[in-house]
Structure formats: C-alpha cells, structure tokens
C-alpha cells in the first residue's frame, strides 16, 4: 500500500542542540523524498529535499539522509533554535500516481 | 505576490449548505492539487489536475467536486456539508506532476456547525 510512517509523533530539545526525525516509506518505487515546516496557523512550506540517486543533501543546519535499501530517510537539524519550533512533515512520491503521500507529521519544540 | 492563493481563508457554514473555495496560482506551473488537513494535522491528498485534466481523485465523498477552468486555477465545491468536513483545506501546485516540490496555499479553514 501506500504508506509513510514518521517518527516521533512530538519532540522536544534543548536549543543548540540536535533534533532528527525519520521516515519510512512503503513503496520501492518512490524516488522523491520532500520535508516541509509548517508553522502554527501557516501553510506548510519545503525546507529540502531529496531524490532517490542522493544519500544525502545538507543545506547549512538542517540535512537530509536516505537508505534505499531500508527505505527510510531522516531529518536532521543542528544547533537548534527557538524559530526552528514547528511541525514537520515528511513525504514520499509514489511512482505512477504522481502524487505525494505525507507522513503523520512531528512536532518540534525548541526549549530556551 | 502571492504564489498560490486562496480563497476564502476562513469559512464557518451550516450542517447541509453548499459552499466553495477558491485558489490561484502565478507560478505557472502545470499540476495543482487539493490537500485535507484534519485535526491531527494530518495531510491527505484528495484530488489532483495537470493542464485542467483531472489526474488523481482519491476515495473523497461525491458531494466533494473539483473543476479546473484553466491550468492556473482550481476549485473546490462541497455540496451538503457534514460536521465531518470541517478541517483546512489546502490548495498546492507543482511545476509538473511528477515530483516537484509542492507549493501550498495558505489554507481554508471549514469550518460546520
């Protein structure tokens, strides 16, 4: 079927420190991996992404990793600050439906 | 300038009315698409267009009907609206339909009482 599971559901980090988030996708033929921030009351909004030839994109604090083989691919942000509390949502594209399928969604929350 | 709008923003409307949102976009882009966001915050596709083609319409109720009178707009009419239906919808697009980084609208939030 057509399924991304993301995990955790809620985080919560000291500011400065790391937060990572994961994703496990359903469908071997995905090739497109996405993750969007969306801020409380705003629309959610791409911060990077990822396609299947990459195993990881890094873009200054915030990086993306994919194990194809495993099927999963995680968020990574370092020296975390306040602005960077959020929901975040990861996606994978599901090849032949030209659509993308979205995790379940985690919320970060950045501790002064 | 916004790049995908929407409208309305905010809409509050009776059990069994008909009601419709709008959106927009200037990007130029080729897909647009139709997003629920549930309570949860949940995101689930509901319905897809490429160049005013409807490409994907995933299992949403039949009084839920989109139209796409060009490839830069696409609407969504809701006939007899049920509490259920209260959520923000979210209207996107993409350069192509294949596995481009969406951009979303600021959402509709529906509300039924």
């Known amino acids: 079927g057509e399924n991304v599971e993301q995990h955790p559901s809620t985080l919560s980090v000291q500011e400065g420190d790391s937060a990572v988030i994961k994703c496990t996708y359903s469908?071997?033929?995905?090739?497109?991996f996405p993750w969007y921030k969306q801020e409380l009351g705003k629309r959610p909004q791409l911060i990077i992404d990822i396609r299947s030839n990459v195993g990881e994109k890094k873009d200054q604090r915030i990086a993306v990793t994919l194990n194809k083989t495993a099927k999963h691919f995680s968020l990574h942000i370092t020296e975390t600050q306040p602005e960077d509390s959020a929901v975040y949502f990861c996606a994978a594209s599901m090849q032949g439906a030209q659509k993308l399928v979205f995790g379940q969604g985690t919320r970060l929350t950045i501790n002064p | 300038d916004t790049a995908v709008s929407q409208t309305p923003k905010y809409l509050v409307t009776q059990m069994g009315n008909d009601k419709s949102i709008k959106c927009e976009q200037n990007?130029?882009?080729?897909?647009m698409y139709w997003y629920k966001q549930d309570s949860k915050k949940f995101l689930k596709i509901m319905f897809s267009?490429?160049?005013?083609?409807?490409?994907i319409n995933e299992t949403v109720p039949n009084r839920f009907s989109p139209k796409s009178p060009d490839k830069a707009h696409l609407n969504l009419h809701i006939n007899s609206l049920e509490l259920g239906d209260s959520a923000v919808y979210f209207c996107?697009?993409?350069?192509?339909?294949?596995?481009?980084?969406?951009?979303f609208g600021s959402g509709t939030r529906l509300t039924v009482v």
């Open positions: 990007l130029g882009h080729d897909t």
């Open positions: 469908d071997s033929a995905s090739n497109y």
């Open positions: 267009y490429n160049n005013k083609e409807l490409i």
């Open positions: 996107a697009s993409s350069e192509t339909a294949f596995f481009n980084g969406y951009t």
